[in-house]
């Protein structure tokens, strides 16, 4: 089994910074797409970036400028540097990963369980 697990939330001030990891650990091959969602009270779960096994990222236009992705393929592990909070990032955040998985070889979709961001005064 594949699980993803998720750290690094909390409450901060308005201007402060975050900084999410998400570490995968299980009988992994390789992983190829990674990415954080959030979903806020009300809301649909959306993307707020990706990155692929080779280094692509791309982000939601919400974010851009303020949030940087990156993953250490070596430790499966990703990571999300949080700048320049705002009240409308508040929100669950989730870790998202196709795993593929051995001995199967077979890609699975798999999330953690999410973390609480709070960006509040």
């Known amino acids: 089994q594949v699980q993803l697990v998720e750290s690094g939330g909390g409450l901060v001030q308005p201007g402060g910074s975050l900084r999410l990891s998400c570490a995968a650990s299980?009988?992994?091959?390789?992983?190829?797409?990674m990415g954080w969602y959030r979903q806020a009270p009300g809301k649909e779960r959306e993307l707020v970036a990706a990155?692929?096994?080779?280094?692509?990222?791309n982000y939601a236009d919400s974010v851009k400028g303020r949030f940087t992705i990156s993953r250490d393929n070596a430790k499966n592990t990703m990571y999300l540097q949080m700048n320049s909070l705002k009240p409308e990032d508040t929100a669950v955040y989730y870790c998202?990963?196709?795993?593929?998985?051995?001995?199967?070889?077979?890609?699975?979709?798999?999330w953690g369980q999410g973390t609480q961001v709070t960006v509040s005064s």
């Open positions: 299980g009988s992994i091959f390789s992983i190829n797409v």
């Open positions: 998202n990963a196709e795993v593929i998985w051995r001995p199967t070889l077979i890609p699975v979709d798999s």
């Open positions: 990155i692929t096994s080779g280094g692509s990222t």
